[in-house]
């Protein structure tokens, strides 16, 4: 999984919400934002897989960068197969 912040960096990071100058950091399995340095994380992905958020309500494709804003936290896991990423 990658986690992004907004508004910093070299990279460019296509969300839901537009396309972001960001700054990108894998994050290793089991470990928070906070554990790598990164304190306010933007937006996440997964990079090898089509994954799901929200009770499996969206879908978002290999790659795709889903925004997370201030109040929303997320928590990630593999479920029936396939990584989910839940607000927490």
Known sequence: MKVAELGVGSE???????????????????????????KDVDALTVENAAW???????????????RIHDDQGRVCSMKDGHPACYQN
Do not use: D, H, M, R
Not at 14 to 33: A, D, E, H, M, R
């Open 12 to 38: 460019t990071c296509v969300t839901q919400q537009g396309t972001f100058t960001c700054k990108t950091y894998w994050l290793p399995s089991g470990k928070k934002s906070k554990e790598i340095g990164v």
């Open 52 to 66: 799901t958020t929200n009770n499996n309500s969206t879908w978002f494709a290999a790659g795709a960068w889903e």
